[in-house]
């Protein structure tokens, strides 16, 4: 599966952004779904993961409460709601699926994720 991640770009402190990923082929609904976000200097840092069905979601510490994960599968399609930006949130963000798991499964490893996309620049000014 292929995957190209948009909807970055320059907001202010407090601002939102959508983020979304768009996959190819046809068994999107066969892959859990995640976004992960690394700043510079950083490692890759887990952001949210959404179910192969969108019924189960997780969030890092950082972002619970801020931002929104959901899919849709007819469009083949994740996306990241963010909300309440800070400066800290400001980072090259990836999505990622990953195969061959449970319809309820979250993924949080960034290693056991088997396709990435290009990521998307999100800069948050203070």
């Known amino acids: 599966v292929q995957l190209q991640a948009s909807g970055g770009g320059l907001v202010q402190a407090g601002g939102s952004l959508k983020l979304s990923c768009a996959a190819s082929?046809?068994?999107?609904?066969?892959?859990?779904m995640g976004w992960f976000r690394q700043a510079p200097g950083k490692e890759r840092e887990f952001v949210s993961t959404?179910?192969?069905?969108?019924?189960?979601?997780r969030y890092g510490d950082s972002v619970k409460g801020r931002f929104t994960i959901a899919r849709d599968n007819a469009r083949n399609t994740v996306y990241l709601q963010m909300k309440s930006l800070k400066p800290e949130d400001t980072a090259v963000y990836y999505c990622?699926?990953?195969?061959?798991?449970?319809?309820?499964?979250?993924?949080?490893?960034?290693?056991?994720?088997?396709?990435w996309g290009q990521g998307t620049q999100v800069t948050v000014s203070s």
């Open positions: 990622a699926a990953a195969q061959i798991r449970s319809v309820g499964d979250t993924v949080v490893l960034a290693a056991s994720y088997d396709y």
């Open positions: 959404v179910s192969r069905n969108g019924g189960s979601t």
């Open positions: 082929g046809r068994t999107f609904g066969n892959y859990v």
